[in-house]
């Protein structure tokens, strides 16, 4: 497994240098998403974390997930494990090789969870917009045994969002002008 972890101190900070040495569920002055789908905040759990997400975010990513599983075993039947998963409902556990996962601290106070560009958490984490810039930090625990990270990562309001609306805008003006010489009058969106 792993944690994700957003501490309010810089690490080269000397309070978070000695902070380092624990695990990332105990550091003071943080935010933590991890350890079998748990929250913690400050040191401590937070063992009903508000939290904000689409119904079908976490039915919809074991679907996948058993698909791929699926596929990796080229038709044999896949028994998947059960995962522990605290209050989140999930647990970064359950991710597989090659699976992409983003994290967005937003301006609302919410830490938003994607994997594979689709939501699965949306956790509340209190007084995280207080502060500046945040530190993420990644720790490996468990069977976890590497992290990849892209040079330029993509993810809600990227690169690839934004060409795609932008083409979806494109599209949507070349269908109006498509339809605009058959309009009943050419003040109305009104068409023959």
Known sequence: GMAIVFPRLPPQDRTMMSALNERAKDWPRSWVIGYDGRFYQDGHEV????????????????????????????????????????????????????????????DTGFLTVYVNGRIVSRVYAEGITDYGPLFPLIELCGAAREV?????????????????????????????????????????????
């Open 148 to 192: 990849g990270l892209p040079p330029i990562p993509s993810g809600p309001g990227g690169a690839e969002e934004q060409d795609e609306r932008q083409t979806a805008k494109f599209n949507q003006i070349e269908q109006v002008e498509s339809l605009a010489p058959r309009a009943a009058n050419k003040y109305a969106d009104i068409y023959s």
């Open 47 to 106: 063992t009903q974390p508000k939290k904000e997400c689409p119904p079908f975010a976490v039915p919809e990513f074991r679907r996948l997930r058993h698909t791929r599983l699926e596929a990796y075993s080229k038709g044999d039947v896949v028994a998947d494990q059960d995962w522990p998963c605290g209050p989140l409902g999930w647990s970064l556990a359950e991710l597989l090789r090659d699976d992409c996962l983003g994290v967005l601290a937003e």
